[in-house]
């Protein structure tokens, strides 16, 4: 996230939208679709909240499961549709997340700018001025 960070920021600069996408399943879509199928029929007759036990922490599958403007209690077959969950849970391979703005360098955890690495050797020893060594937050790791 720190690297990304500068990223955000300049995007802010230039006005750009700036939005994070974040998989939390580590899965391509084919292969989750598949594994998302089987496990609707298993859970068929269940609750939401059941199918989507053990996929995530519970705060994140509800958070999920309501996004979907769906019901934790609903079951599946009776009050949604196998569909209906699975292209729920295929978000959780796309989980776009907008970002807003950045805090202020009071707040900051890291800056950008610094010595560029190409000007340091492995010992951290400048290239461009004799005797000095770099290290730490002075170099731009970018």
Known sequence: MFQLSRYIKNAFRSKEKVEL???LIGQNDIEWQAELKERVKIFEGYSIKSFYNGIL???LNLY????????????????????KVISSAMELLHWKIPITGVNSFKNAQISTGGIPCHEVDETFHSHVVRHLYITGEMLDAA
Do not use: C, H, M, R
């Open 57 to 59: 922490n519970e705060k």
């Open 64 to 83: 999920f499961i309501n996004k979907a403007n769906l019901k934790p209690d609903y079951l599946i077959g009776a009050d949604v549709s196998a569909q």
């Open 21 to 23: 996408t974040i998989d």
